[in-house]
């Protein structure tokens, strides 16, 4: 890279613009900081919580960890933007001006591809519950989530063996590092994989509509109702799959959108840069999401955060809303209360 004084230097580790103003750059960077600690202790809770109390016996937390290690990462690529400000040579190296951006990108291919996979199990699951346990396996798993990361891995580091123009870059700016057709192929797999998991919501959505609006038989069989519980299940947790989908495309859409204009020839003003790279943070904001989504909507992950921190859950009678700890206190208290009477009772007969 080109770098002709210090302060040519110093403005190739700007996120921004060279002309971009300084107070937005402290402000994003002071955002940057934010999502990375949300993300990096939100994101390793969530790893904690599967690891140690609900385990990767299913297809479901095997994606859910591998979800929370992308969002971990990206969390840890935004904190590692300041580095480049605070130490400007790392713009000057190719390798570490490379990994700025590539990190990101590697590791949104790989989360988008891990919610696909992740809906597709889910459709099975609705569609075929009976054969679910045969198609769905753990080696399967284990297997969409060596090729979700294989593939990202391998786009990431496509740069690094195809780039061969690192001294004609007059700064470490993200819109200028890669070929054309590189923002294109990140770009077009991140959409494809998004309309796939989108196809298959609806699918989704469509057959439980179909079965949960079905007339119920005036008798049913103890099957029938074992199977219509089952499905609600699965449409239960195809819910929270839909949901962490729905906000990882809303925010990852507009930036991806920019890197299809860049990778078609687009030439953005500075104000169109500030604003892509404010869009960039959006998108690195959805790895805080996730974590909040499980614990609201999973009732098993929420029970187990609850036991990590150990916070007492009071157990309360469904259908009379009686606190049960009061109720059995109560109970007790009552039985004594007979117990010395009876006693009384005798001592004077």
């Known amino acids: 890279m080109n770098v002709s004084d210090n302060s040519t230097g110093n403005q190739s580790s700007v996120p921004f613009p060279p002309e971009a103003d300084t107070t937005a750059l402290i402000v994003f960077l002071s955002l940057q900081q934010c999502v990375f600690i949300l993300s990096f202790s939100g994101n390793l809770v969530v790893i904690i919580v599967v690891l140690k109390y609900l ?4 297809f479901s937390n095997q994606m859910v960890v591998s979800l929370a290690v992308t969002d971990l990462c990206t969390g840890f690529s935004s904190g590692s933007q300041l580095l480049y400000v605070l130490f400007p040579v790392m713009d000057q190296n190719k390798v570490s001006c490379f990994l700025r951006y590539r990190i990101v990108v590697t590791m949104t ?40 990361w294989s593939f990202a891995i391998i786009t990431g580091i496509l740069p690094f063996l195809t780039e061969d123009n690192w001294d004609d ?37 469509k057959t439980a509509w179909a079965f949960l609006n079905r007339v119920r038989p005036a008798f049913e069989t103890s099957r029938i109702r074992q199977k219509r519980i089952k499905m609600k299940s699965d449409v239960s947790s195809a819910k929270v799959w839909g949901l962490v989908t729905l906000f990882n495309s809303v925010c990852w859409t507009p ?65 009379v809303g009686v606190n049960v700890a009061t109720l059995k206190v109560s109970n007790t208290t009552t039985t004594r209360k007979m117990h010395r009477a009876s006693t009384s009772h005798t001592t004077h007969s």
């Open 55 to 58: 385990k990767l016996n299913t």
């Open 169 to 205: 870059l007059p700064f470490c700016f993200y819109h200028i590092m890669f070929d054309k057709y590189l923002y294109l192929f990140d770009s077009c797999s991140i959409i494809s994989f998004m309309i796939a998991s989108f196809c298959m919501n609806l699918l989704i959505l």
């Open 255 to 319: 930036f991806t959108a920019f890197n299809i204009g860049i990778g078609i020839g687009v030439s953005y003003t500075t104000s169109e840069l500030i604003v892509m790279n404010w869009l960039a943070f959006l998108g690195m904001f959805n790895s805080i999401m996730n974590p909040f989504i499980f614990a609201w909507h999973r009732q098993d992950f929420n029970k187990s955060l609850k036991k990590l921190f150990r916070v007492k859950e009071q157990r309360v009678d469904p259908v």
């Open 109 to 148: 291919l790989a989360s988008q591809l891990s919610l696909v996979f992740s809906t597709l199990d889910r459709l099975v699951a609705v569609y075929y519950p009976h054969k679910y346990g045969d198609i769905m396996t753990k080696s399967l798993g284990i297997f969409f989530i060596i090729l979700a």
